[in-house]
């Protein structure tokens, strides 16, 4: 059991953790033979051979390392299988919180799975599953992994942009969950890139609570198919302050509701104007527009700004300026 106990303190020098776990798979012939043992000699209670092999086990690991056991929550489980010497090690996943922020256009959020493969790996993507790799995904994503010593992470994005869109402010809120990690300290990481693209409360959360509900502001160019009415342009400050919206998603029968909290026309020119707009988050701002089918989710937005002035509308540009979570200051 000495050397047993050897080998898993080797094995969890690979790791970085402070509180683990121990468990111990015996074969089920040696369980069963214990309980015929108890049986035929009528012993009720006490520590059966399992038990008091992890038991040992444990307290010779925690004697030779400075670090504690936990019952619930542990860093780290290693499980033991004695008789064949085989000991694997199950590391906790990593939750962290944090904004990006960019100031490049062409620029994509995610990664664009191959469509030849299905997502199973080609000879058109490398067998590496990703069809284009330029994005705030792969810069991260490469990142993490090497950092952590990870097998795998996942992303939870808290909105999304356009490939030209810029996002300002104090940047999108993501989350990342980190699967099976060895490192578990962000200290030292640096996301290596050029000034245009870095992050902002980049944390690891105690928990794997995401608030996915957020308010955005955004900057938004509007191209007009023929000169609008100023008038009906400057109504739309007033019509859409704290508007609810219907979206309507493509593929369900049910309209969703959202709040378009202030639009505000900044600047007019003869066929183009600029406007800022602040909205719950789920809102496409080119289907706010008036154009429709640009959303992977959602096919049209009632009332638009179309709509409201009578006139067809494209954007051409929006950039984020800001994005809060519901509950924070706005």
């Known amino acids: 059991i000495d050397k047993l106990a050897d080998s898993v303190i080797s094995k969890l020098s690979e790791y970085q953790y402070s509180t683990f776990q121990i468990g111990v798979s015996l074969p089920t012939n040696i369980i069963e033979f214990e309980d015929k043992l108890r049986s035929s000699f009528k012993l009720a209670g006490g520590i059966n051979i399992k038990s008091d092999f992890v038991k040992k086990l444990r307290n010779i690991i925690s004697s030779k390392i400075v670090k504690s056991v936990d019952h619930y929550n542990p860093d780290v489980i290693v499980k033991v299988e004695p ?12 939750h962290l919180y944090g904004r990006y922020i ?3 256009r062409g620029v994509k959020q995610r990664n664009i799975s191959c469509l030849s493969c299905n997502n199973v790996g080609c000879e058109l993507c490398s067998n590496k599953k990703i069809f284009d790799y330029r994005s705030i995904e792969d810069f991260l994503s490469s990142q993490l992994l090497k950092h952590f010593n990870s097998k795998k992470i996942k992303f939870t994005w808290i909105g999304s942009e356009d490939i030209n869109s810029l996002v300002l402010g104090n940047g ?29 409360d980049f944390v690891i959360q105690k928990n794997n609570f995401k608030s996915v509900n957020f308010i955005f502001e955004a900057l938004v160019k509007i191209i007009f198919t023929k000169k609008p009415d100023i008038k009906k342009l400057e109504s739309l400050t007033k019509f859409f302050k704290n508007r609810e919206v219907d979206l309507i998603p ?5 309209v969703m509701k959202r709040t378009i909290h202030q639009i505000s026309v900044k600047k007019i020119s003869n066929n183009s104007a600029d406007f800022t707009v602040k909205s719950d988050g789920g809102v496409s701002i ?17 009332p638009n700004i179309s709509e409201i002035i009578n006139c067809d509308c494209q954007c051409s540009l929006f950039d984020i300026t800001n994005v809060y979570h519901e509950n924070n200051d706005i």
């Open 250 to 254: 493509i593929g369900k029968n049910k």
């Open 83 to 94: 008789f064949d010497s085989t000991i694997t090690i199950y590391s906790k996943p990593i």
């Open 172 to 200: 999108r809120p993501f989350y990342v969950d980190v699967f099976e990690p060895k490192l578990r300290s962000l200290l030292n990481f640096n996301l290596h890139h050029k000034n245009d693209i870095y992050l902002n």
């Open 286 to 302: 080119k289907a706010l527009v008036g154009e429709s089918g640009f959303s992977k989710h959602i096919l049209y937005v009632t």
């Open 102 to 104: 960019k100031k490049i």
